[in-house]
T-cell receptor
Framework: AQTVTQSQPEMSVQEAETVTLSCTYD???????LFWYKQPPSRQMILVIR????KQQNATENRFSVNFQKAAKSFSLKISDSQLGDAAMYFC??????????WGAGTKLIIKP | DAGVIQSPRHEVTEMGQEVTLRCKPI?????LFWYRQTMMRGLELLIY????????DSGMPEDRFSAKMPNASFSTLKIQPSEPRDSAVYFC?????????????FGPGTRLLVL
C-alpha cells in the first residue's frame, strides 16, 4: 500500500533563514502527484506546492521549492527567507489514478523571531 | 472566487444528538470530498462524490455517518446519533475532477465537539 512518511514531527528555524521539511513515500506506480499543504492555527488547509512525477524539474512557488528525487521517493520542501506567517503544520500528500490523497502525519514548523 | 464554504464553523452538541455539516464546493468543480482530522488518526478520507454520485464511501466509519450531494453546489455529512469519539475537525474539499492531477481545495473546516 502507498504510504507517506514525514519523519520530523517538529522543526524550528530563525526568521529569514531557510528550512527544509522532509517527506518520503512508497509506491509502485509511475504516474502520480505530490503535494505540500500548509495548515496554520486557523485549521484551513492551504495548498503550498505540487509536483507531477513525470516532470524532472522541481516545482517552485516564490519562496517555496521542492527537491523531488523520484528514484529515492523523496519529496522535500524548502522554505527560503522564513517568515512568521509560515508557522504552521505542513503535510505532504500523494495522489495517483488509484488513490485519492494519502497524507503524511505532518511537521510542525516553528519560526523564531 | 469564494472558495469552498463550510457551515457551521464550530458545533458543540451532546451525545446522541444529530449533527449535520454542510458544504458548498467551488463553482464548476464536479468532485467533492469529506475528510475527518483527529490527533490520533490524522486526516482520513470519509467519502467522495463525482458529479453528485458517491464513488467511494469506504472511509465512512459506520452506519451513523451518512453523506448526500443532492446537487452540484451542496453536500451534507450527517452523524446520527453522535458520540464523543466523533469529535474532530471535518473538512470538505472540491476539485475539477477525481483524476490525480486535479488539486483539491479545502474549506475552512467544521470543528465538532460531542460532549
Amino acid at each position: 500500500a502507498q504510504t507517506v512518511t514525514q519523519s520530523q514531527p517538529e522543526m524550528s528555524v530563525q526568521e529569514a533563514e531557510t528550512v527544509t521539511l522532509s517527506c518520503t513515500y512508497d509506491t509502485s506506480e509511475s504516474d502520480y502527484y505530490l503535494f505540500w499543504y500548509k495548515q496554520p492555527p486557523s485549521r484551513q488547509m492551504i495548498l503550498v506546492i505540487r509536483q507531477e512525477a513525470y516532470k524532472q524539474q522541481n516545482a517552485t512557488e516564490n519562496r517555496f521549492s521542492v527537491n523531488f528525487q523520484k528514484a529515492a521517493k523523496s519529496f522535500s520542501l524548502k522554505i527560503s527567507d522564513s517568515q512568521l506567517g509560515d508557522a504552521a503544520m505542513y503535510f505532504c500528500a500523494y495522489r495517483s489514478a488509484i488513490y485519492q490523497l494519502i497524507w503524511g502525519a505532518g511537521t510542525k514548523l516553528i519560526i523564531k523571531p | 472566487d469564494a472558495g469552498v464554504i463550510q457551515s457551521p464553523r464550530h458545533e458543540v452538541t451532546e451525545m446522541g444528538q444529530e449533527v449535520t455539516l454542510r458544504c458548498k464546493p467551488i463553482s464548476g468543480h464536479n468532485s467533492l470530498f469529506w475528510y475527518r482530522q483527529t490527533m490520533m488518526r490524522g486526516l482520513e478520507l470519509l467519502i467522495y462524490f463525482n458529479n453528485n454520485v458517491p464513488i467511494d464511501d469506504s472511509g465512512m466509519p459506520e452506519d451513523r455517518f451518512s453523506a448526500k450531494m443532492p446537487n452540484a453546489s451542496f453536500s451534507t455529512l450527517k452523524i446520527q446519533p453522535s458520540e464523543p469519539r466523533d469529535s474532530a475537525v471535518y473538512f470538505c474539499a472540491s476539485s475539477l475532477g477525481t483524476v490525480a492531477r486535479e488539486t483539491q481545495y479545502f474549506g475552512p473546516g467544521t470543528r465538532l465537539l460531542v460532549l
